[in-house]
Nanobody, 128 residues
Framework: QVRLVESGGGLVQAGDSLRLSCVAS????????VGWFRQAPGKEREFVAA????????YYVDSVKGRFTISSDNTKSTMYLQMNSLKPEDTANYYC?????????????????????WGQGTQVTVSS
């Protein structure tokens, strides 16, 4: 089992930056990849970014490319989502997730079903 706890959310203005953290505990050595998803009010949860340790590959949804960066420490105990140039449309509850299964294609980690463990979420609100 892996437990995930997010932090770092808050209320910011458009153009500001935030760094979300996700602390993992338990069998973190068994995780193959981590991801961030978000859910805005009245909308379905959507993929934001994924990071796979093998090859240290990352992948982003088009709407955040060039603004967000996903990373993780080498111990797999903490992962981050650096968010720059925030926009009001980035307002959502952000969730981190961890996957146990290795997939050859990092695109596979854009799907929620790929992940085995989820955090409770941290709210990000961007005012215009």
């Amino acid at each position: 089992q892996v437990r995930l706890v997010e932090s770092g959310g808050g209320l910011v203005q458009a153009g500001d930056s935030l760094r979300l953290s996700c602390v993992a505990s338990g069998r973190t050595d068994s995780t193959a990849a981590v991801g961030w998803f978000r859910q805005a009010p009245g909308k379905e949860r959507e993929f934001v970014a994924a990071f796979r340790w093998i090859g240290r590959q990352s992948y982003y949804v088009d709407s955040v490319k060039g603004r967000f960066t996903i990373s993780s420490d080498n111990t797999k105990s903490t992962m981050y989502l650096q968010m720059n140039s925030l926009k009001p449309e980035d307002t959502a509850n952000y969730y981190c997730a961890a996957a146990r299964v290795y997939y050859n294609t990092i695109y596979s980690y854009t799907a929620e079903r790929t992940y085995d463990y989820w955090g409770q979420g941290t709210q990000v609100t961007v005012s215009s």
